[in-house]
C-alpha cells in the first residue's frame, strides 16, 4: 500500500509499505494491505510503519528514526484516511 505524511510544511513521505501502525484516540492500531477503508483522528505518539523498499526523501530523513526496519515518525496529532489501498496521514 502507499504511504503519504503531509505536514503543515511539506510531503514528508511518499512511498510503498507493508504494515502502518498510528496512535488513535481510542489507542494504537494497525493497518495492513487491503484494509477496509477508515478515517480518524490521531493523537501524540509515533506512526511507525515497516516496507521492504521504504523510500525517504533525504531532505526529511532526519525526522524519521529507523530500528530493525521499522521506521517512526513522532506526531503531536493529526488525522489518517485509508481508502483504495493508499494512506494518508495529516499531521502536526
Do not use: C, Y
Not at 515497516?50 to 532526519?62: D, L, P
Request: aromatic content about 6%; glycine content about 6%.
Amino acid at each position: 500500500m502507499i504511504l503519504e505524511i503531509v505536514s503543515p510544511e511539506a510531503t514528508l513521505l511518499n512511498t510503498e509499505v507493508e504494515l502502518i501502525s498510528v496512535p488513535g484516540v481510542n489507542g494504537e492500531f494497525q493497518m495492513l494491505n487491503n484494509h477496509a477503508p477508515i478515517v480518524s483522528l490521531l493523537v501524540e505518539g509515533s506512526v511507525r510503519f515497516k516496507g521492504v523498499n521504504v523510500k525517504i526523501n533525504e531532505q526529511f530523513a532526519s525526522k524519521f528514526s529507523n530500528v530493525k526496519g521499522e521506521f517512526s515518525l513522532p506526531i503531536k496529532s493529526g488525522t489518517i484516511e485509508m481508502k483504495d489501498n493508499k494512506v494518508i496521514i495529516l499531521a502536526d
